[in-house]
């Protein structure tokens, strides 16, 4: 019913930067919240940043000042630009979203990740 596909990781030195995307596609009637986790081997899943249909925003405290979450809601797109990173923004970033159906009925979905590494 809904994907959601990320692109955009990769590997960076430390202290460069990073654009992440995140397209949603499918049959439904809109999206609300938006929001990248992230997750490194052996830690849990973590919020990084999130952003309201109105654009409203927050992150975790380990990123703010160096990360800036953005949507274009006529798209159905989500962004995280990352900047200033450092080795421990290593993880897999997953986006995520609160979609309402065609149906009303209100879905969680995930993309399938994409790697960001960074090399001191």
């Known amino acids: 019913q809904v994907q959601l596909v990320e692109s955009g990781g990769g590997l960076v030195q430390a202290g460069g930067s990073l654009r992440l995307s995140c397209a949603a596609s499918?049959?439904?009637?809109?999206?609300?919240?938006m929001r990248w986790y992230r997750q490194a081997p052996g830690n849990q899943r973590e919020l990084v940043a999130a952003?309201?249909?109105?654009?409203?925003?927050n992150y975790a405290d380990s990123v703010k000042g160096r990360f800036t979450i953005s949507r274009d809601n006529a798209e159905n797109m989500v962004y995280l630009q990352m900047n200033s990173l450092k080795p421990e923004d290593t993880a897999v970033y997953y986006c995520?979203?609160?979609?309402?159906?065609?149906?009303?009925?209100?879905?969680?979905?995930w993309g399938q990740g994409t790697q960001v590494t960074v090399s001191s």
């Open positions: 995520h979203a609160d979609v309402l159906l065609t149906t009303r009925s209100l879905v969680s979905s």
């Open positions: 499918g049959s439904f009637f809109s999206i609300n919240d």
């Open positions: 952003v309201t249909s109105g654009g409203f925003t």
